[in-house]
């Protein structure tokens, strides 16, 4: 079975300064995707950067880009330029395809990053 | 606005009772997943539908049940035989080819 392990429960940054958030997973797949959520206080998980493990370029959006080592089985979340309203909860996951072509997303406990003004 | 709805935002039961939690999307999306979230951890599949008239088993499935009569409408049943249904519940929908989830905004069940 799949795992993922965010190895950091807590992080807090000064405002505008880069944070990196760790994400590690175990599986024998070889085509999987991988994604960063984040669940501000409102609780709506919203998509923040995917990953296809097929792409060697690392993915970015506007401030967030990521560090995917598929060798290691790596995937960390840098924010550049951290503001107030990145505080939340932020979550690493996985997805394999299940035969049928239903997709399971599987997640690690989360990092709940404080960004300080 | 397109969208994937869940009502009520907050639920409050008493130990025995059934109860049922809406989720609707209007994105035209084929796949609707329900995730169950319990306080500092992350996300476990409960139920999926594929297609309409069809769902399967997540890792979590015991003491609820779905259906999916209509390609919008996907909810979930929470019975008296899920022994600790106190959590957050969350819906999400995947469009056909993409491989990425969308969320609803939740419903917060209490069981008093």
């Known amino acids: 079975a799949q795992t993922v392990t965010q190895s950091q429960p807590e992080m807090s940054v000064q405002e505008a300064e880069t944070v990196t958030l760790s994400c590690t997973y175990d599986?024998?797949?070889?085509?999987?995707?991988l994604f960063w959520y984040k669940q501000p206080p409102s609780r709506q998980m919203i998509l923040v950067i995917r990953?296809?493990?097929?792409?060697?370029q690392n993915a970015t959006e506007n401030r967030f880009s990521v560090n995917f080592q598929k060798a290691a089985k790596s995937f960390s979340l840098k924010i550049s330029d951290s503001q107030l309203g990145d505080t939340a909860m932020y979550f690493c996951?996985?997805?394999?395809?299940?035969?049928?072509?239903?997709?399971?997303?599987?997640f690690g406990q989360g990092t709940r990053l404080t960004i300080n003004p | 606005d397109g969208g994937i709805t869940q009502s009520p935002k907050y639920l409050f039961r008493k130990e025995g009772q059934n109860v049922t939690l809406s989720c609707e999307q209007n994105?035209?999306?084929?796949?609707m997943y329900w995730y169950r979230q319990d306080p500092g951890q992350g996300l476990r599949l409960i139920y999926y539908s594929q297609i309409v008239n069809d769902f399967q088993k997540g890792d979590i499935a015991e003491g609820y049940s779905v259906s999916r009569e209509k390609k919008e409408s996907f909810p979930l049943t929470v019975t008296s035989a899920q022994k600790n249904p106190t959590a957050f519940y969350l819906c999400a929908s995947s469009p056909p080819g993409m491989d990425t989830q969308y969320f609803g905004p939740g419903t917060r069940l209490t069981v008093l």
């Open positions: 996951a996985f997805m394999k395809r299940f035969i049928q072509g239903a997709q399971k997303l599987v």
């Open positions: 994105l035209n999306h084929d796949a």
């Open positions: 599986t024998s797949e070889n085509n999987y995707y």
């Open positions: 990953q296809e493990a097929y792409k060697q």
